[in-house]
């Protein structure tokens, strides 16, 4: 927020002139209302890692983040150059495979990817595109003031939900403080996603029916599965709501069998198909894959979309974008190290305490070292892990990640708290759509670089200025 002690960055000036005069009494009780409003609505999310499957409010934080537009334009060329690099890549490793044989890539660690599903080699999937929703995590280095990106997320992104309530808790917490900007809206999402998911319709009709698959109300995003359902007007079904007869896919309705075009899966690839995949599934539905496979029903995101998920394949994404659209990354990536390669693995177990690990293939923070934070336990443990699977992990440097305001409900003070910024970006095969801004979440604990909700993060409402302030 500032460029000096106690000097406003210009897009923040009247953010902080309105907030500034605000009372730390009044401040508080808009807090109240804001929890209250996302605790009537439902809005949580599940720990898992404490054993108990605790159901918590999402801590959302009043103050919020501001990106003047040059910074979001660029931001947006870079997001949508790398979602089509992506699908360019998923399409060919699934199709011809032109990057393996041209070597741009390892056969061998495309291959060992657990999330690579041998199953989708030469299915056509419609319009070419695997990846119709993508949730890019991007962090600003606080020395540099860059945008890098830090992850890509395309099997089953979440988090837009919070994204719109945050927004619409905020236009009714705080009126006046957003009337001040003119801030580029994000409702248009659902509408966006529908108008995409229609578009990739198997069968040639003018009202195509789609249903957005859950695993059900035990899952930790079960509050957005049955807002983004509700808010697209489309039906939320699980496993057992869905039959496969003739390779068709049907659901179940009170009026009998009616036949799906369209899923919005929530569910991931291994749990789809008992028949394909894990055999003692029950969330996913007996013979989907070879509905799939005959073309009869189209799947957002496709099916192995993971594989662009492991962190690995993460770090030749630049690479991709050269390979395959001949440009130059607008973006990024967090500079990185591949266990799997000795030279990076020497380089890795000699500057453990100094890097971040991450387990390829987690998310959500889990499986995750930061080595100036860690034990010499913690560290000591890590090395022999990543010496007895070292495809399984890469290192980073430790970011100084850029910090915002944050307010502290229980000592009523405002404190400078580390965050990143995951954009939603919706590909309908000819251009992407990226809602401006997106989930900006943060650490709420003191120094903490981590930011996910299951790790005690929270989330701000993110203002993307039409003009520039």
Same mark, same amino acid.
């Given at each position: ?7 406003p960055?210009?897009h ?8 500034s ?8 009780e808009?807090?109240?209302f804001?929890?209250?409003?996302f ?22 934080? &009043?103050?919020?983040?501001?990106l003047?537009f040059?910074?979001?334009? #660029? ?11 992506l699908?360019?890549?998923l399409?060919?490793?699934y199709?011809?495979q ?5 070597r741009?890539?390892?056969?061998? $660690?495309v ?11 030469g299915?056509?999937?419609?319009r ?10 991007l962090? #600003?280095?606080?020395k540099?003031?860059e945008y890098?990106?830090?992850?890509? =997320?395309?099997?089953?992104? @979440? ?9 619409l808790?905020?236009t ?6 957003f009337?001040?900007?003119e801030? &580029?809206?994000? =409702? ?6 529908v108008?995409? &998911?229609?578009n ?9 029916q ?13 509050f957005?599965?049955c ?6 007007g ?30 919005y899966?929530?569910v991931d690839?291994?749990?789809l ?12 539905v ?9 073309g ?6 496709a ?15 630049p690479?991709f ?27 890795v177990?000699?500057? $453990?305490?100094?890097?971040v690990v ?6 959500g923070g ?10 010499a336990?913690?560290i ?21 990640? @850029?910090?915002?305001? @944050? ?11 580390h965050?990143? $910024?995951?954009?939603?970006? $919706? ?14 979440r ?6 903490s ?18 003009g520039?302030e």
């Open positions: 927020m500032f460029c000096a002690p106690g000097v960055r210009r923040y000036a009247k953010i902080f002139q309105k907030f005069g605000t009372a730390p009494a009044q401040f508080q808009r807090r109240q804001a929890d209250l409003s605790l009537l609505q439902g809005i949580t999310f599940t720990v898992y890692s404490d054993g108990q499957g605790t159901e918590r409010l999402f801590p959302f934080d &009043l103050i919020p983040r501001i003047p040059s910074e979001w334009d #660029r931001i947006e060329r870079g997001l949508s150059q790398r979602v089509i690099a699908n360019l890549f399409k060919d490793i199709g011809h032109r990057i393996l044989r041209d741009q890539i390892s056969r061998s $660690l291959y060992s990817c657990r999330n690579f599903r041998r199953e989708m080699i299915i056509k999937v419609p070419g595109i695997y990846t119709h929703i993508a949730g890019i995590d962090v #600003r280095d606080s540099t003031g890098l990106v830090l992850e890509d =997320n395309a099997r089953t992104p @979440s988090g837009i939900s919070y994204v719109l309530e945050n927004r808790v905020m009714r917490t705080f009126p006046d403080a009337q001040a900007y801030v &580029l809206p994000v =409702n248009h999402y659902p509408a966006e996603l108008d995409i &998911l229609r990739v319709s198997p069968r040639d009709t003018n009202d195509p789609i249903v957005l698959l859950t695993p059900g109300i035990y899952n930790s995003a079960y957005e599965h807002f983004l359902a509700q808010q697209m489309i039906e939320l079904v699980e496993g057992r709501d869905l039959i496969v007869d003739g390779c068709v896919v049907y659901m179940k309705t009170i009026y009998g069998l009616k036949r799906v075009d369209v899923i899966r929530r690839d291994e749990y198909d008992p028949l394909a995949f894990e055999p003692d599934s029950l969330l996913g007996p013979g989907l894959m070879g509905a799939y496979r005959a009869n029903i189209t799947l957002a995101n099916i192995g979309c993971g594989v662009s998920d492991d962190k690995a394949i993460y770090t030749y994404v690479k974008v050269r390979y395959y659209l001949g440009e130059d990354p607008i973006l990024r990536n967090v500079d990185s190290y591949v266990c799997s390669n000795p030279q990076d693995l020497s380089e177990l000699s500057r $453990l305490p100094e890097m991450k387990s390829v293939g987690e998310s889990y499986g995750m070292l930061i080595g100036p934070a860690a034990t336990k913690q000591e443990e890590t090395r022999e892990r990543i010496k007895a699977n070292p495809r399984n992990y890469i290192a980073q440097p430790v970011i100084g990640l @850029s910090r915002v305001p @944050s307010y502290h409900p229980g000592t009523g003070r405002i404190f400078g708290r965050v990143d $910024l995951r954009p939603y970006c $919706l590909y309908n095969g000819d251009k992407v759509i990226i809602v401006p801004g997106g989930l900006t943060v650490a709420l604990q003191p120094d670089l981590v930011v996910n909700s299951s790790q005690g993060g929270g989330s701000k409402d993110t203002w993307v200025l039409k520039e």
